[in-house]
């Protein structure tokens, strides 16, 4: 899977869990915190992520990424080869 393939998916999730944002531009360079997503739905939004990449793991692993292309980047890193 491409990591662009993987950024759609966490746009996507960011849409489905703070519907308010289904309209809103955002790319690899935003902050889900910049965009107002508030933690807990941060927190379902890495949750929904994982799960549609097939994905387990710690929460802990995805602390870091400055932004959502640097989260990409990271779950992409995890996926495997």
């Known amino acids: 899977m491409e990591r662009d393939a993987v ?9 489905t869990v703070v519907p308010e944002l289904e309209n809103q531009p955002m790319g690899p360079g935003d902050s889900m915190a910049d965009l107002g997503v508030d933690s807990v739905s941060r927190q379902e939004v890495l949750i929904l992520s994982m799960e549609a990449l097939n994905l387990d793991l710690p929460m802990v692993q ?8 640097e989260l990409a980047e990271l779950l992409h890193g995890k996926l495997p080869a």
């Open 7 to 15: 950024l759609a998916i966490i746009l996507q999730q960011i849409r």
């Open 62 to 69: 995805l602390f870091g990424p400055r932004n959502i292309g």
